[in-house]
């Protein structure tokens, strides 16, 4: 099990270094474009890269979102009930995610199987690594929702508190 848990935490720390470079060299392409197409030189293929590369970062980024359990929620209504109850709401709403997840995840790899053959005509590379993204970012968002469903399920029998499993920290 430690052996999981530190392949787990490295995974995280790549998944977060590659989500900033992608952010930062995305920021850096758009200013580029603008810049050339401000003196009248085209860069055909940066909205292009751009596109692909926000791809990737949405995904990750979205990873990390749910990974510290920081999706956009509304708990108006929800904060009001007891704890367990609370619990049991999120397990459900997890054991959803993860299921359309799952679904999405193969979704995504049978069309990046399908479309291999289809470039991005600007850049000369395979349209499925855009779809790729879906794959490695739902996976990555499918690991993370089954690690809460397991901690969920533990504060629902009792062998854990919610508090043991704290916002953002990798157990």
Avoid at 56 to 77: E, H, M, P, Y
Avoid at 79 to 104: A, D, T, Y
Avoid at 118 to 137: A, D, E, F, R
Wanted: net charge positive.
């Amino acid at each position: 099990m430690k052996a999981l848990g530190f392949i787990y935490k490295w995974i995280v720390k790549a998944e977060e270094f590659c989500s900033k470079l992608l952010l930062v060299a995305i920021i850096i392409l758009c200013f580029i474009s603008a810049l050339a197409r401000y003196m009248d030189f085209t860069v055909t293929w940066s909205l292009d890269l751009v596109s692909l590369l926000f791809s990737w970062f949405a995904f990750l980024a979205c990873s990390q979102s749910t990974r510290r359990k920081a999706n956009l929620g509304v708990d108006i209504l929800t904060r009001h009930f007891s704890k367990k109850l609370q619990c049991g709401i999120e397990l459900f709403n997890r054991l959803i995610m993860f299921g359309f997840m799952v679904l999405m995840t193969g979704w995504g790899a049978y069309m990046a199987q399908l479309n291999w053959k289809t470039k991005i005509t600007t850049l000369n590379i395979s349209n499925s690594y855009v779809t790729l993204s879906l794959v490695v970012g739902g996976t990555l968002i499918s690991i993370a929702l089954a690690i809460q469903v397991v901690q969920d399920i533990m504060v629902l029998t009792g062998r854990a508190r919610m508090e043991d499993f704290a916002e953002g920290r990798e157990e």
